[in-house]
């Protein structure tokens, strides 16, 4: 199997069922990481041409994160098209499904479909469960993937994906985000995941690219809403104003839905990193 753009040592039949063995076996939650994920042209010419820190236009600032997001690629570099195409293609669905096991997985266009994040010094996004469903498409959320753009990103620069176990007492994962790697993993309540404060020079940033895949809602789908949890060496007051917020949050929302109103903020649900 070829799919463009994707380095090929991840395409055959033989590297499928090898991702598929390590995919369902890895802890705390199936996941992969895969590095040199795309050809390297691609990959560079991504991180070369990545939209600047002040041009995006969603900024996160609360008690839980600090970062940017955007999924206007109208405004960007043609390769971030070109990318958006290759993983919303038939090709890359049928690769996906093999990998990962999970039937009928398929993207969309909208802000919870591809995207970028950024964040400069400082930035962070606490652990968290995403939410399960796109609202707007009426699909089921199940998998993200994350390609990192970030050359010669220096181990203090810290910013490393975290994936602990649900009861929120061991991180299995500490991934750097390095050039060109990704994260392939099944969203869940057994993926709480997330990254710390970054402490970076002047002029960077911690840069990715987000796509997120869905079914149709099936058997087995209850709603789930994002939820932010709190670490084990979070300070005490910051565990109460943590799980205080996200319980009125989810409260609200209920409330709302209850009423028939839609939430006004979808890009909410849009968390990982």
């Not at 790697?181 to 020079?201: C, L, M």
């Amino acid at each position: 199997m070829s799919i463009p753009l994707i380095n090929p040592k991840y395409t055959s039949a033989e590297a499928q069922k090898e991702l598929r063995s390590q995919f369902d076996n890895a802890v705390p939650c199936r996941h992969l990481v895969l590095d040199n994920f795309l050809d390297e042209d691609l990959a560079d010419k991504l991180f070369a041409n990545f939209p600047s820190l002040d041009s995006l236009n969603v900024k996160r600032k609360s008690l839980n994160e600090e970062k940017a997001e955007d999924y206007h690629f109208e405004r960007w570099d043609p390769a971030f098209t070109d990318l958006r195409k290759v993983v919303g293609s038939d090709e890359f669905y049928q690769w996906m499904r093999k990998v990962t096991g999970v039937e009928g997985l398929i993207t969309t266009t909208d802000s919870l479909g591809s995207g970028v994040h950024q964040g400069g010094d400082g930035s962070y996004v606490d652990v968290h469960v995403d939410v399960n469903m796109n609202p707007e498409a009426g699909l089921w959320r199940r998998v993200n993937l994350l390609i990192y753009l970030n050359k010669e990103w220096k181990e203090e620069y810290g910013g490393h994906l975290e994936l602990w176990d649900k009861p929120m007492k061991v991180k299995h994962q500490h991934v750097a985000p390095s050039h060109n790697r990704a994260v392939i993993f099944y969203t869940d309540d057994n993926s709480p995941h997330g990254y710390s404060k970054i402490n970076i020079p002047k002029g960077e940033s911690r840069k990715s690219f987000y796509t997120y895949y869905y079914t149709e809602i099936g058997e087995g789908f209850k709603y789930r809403d994002s939820k932010f949890v709190s670490r084990p060496d979070d300070s005490v007051r910051k565990k109460i104003l943590t799980e205080t917020k996200e319980t009125i949050k989810i409260r609200a929302k209920q409330f709302l839905k209850a009423l028939g109103v839609k939430s006004l903020d979808f890009q909410d649900k849009n968390k990982d990193k």
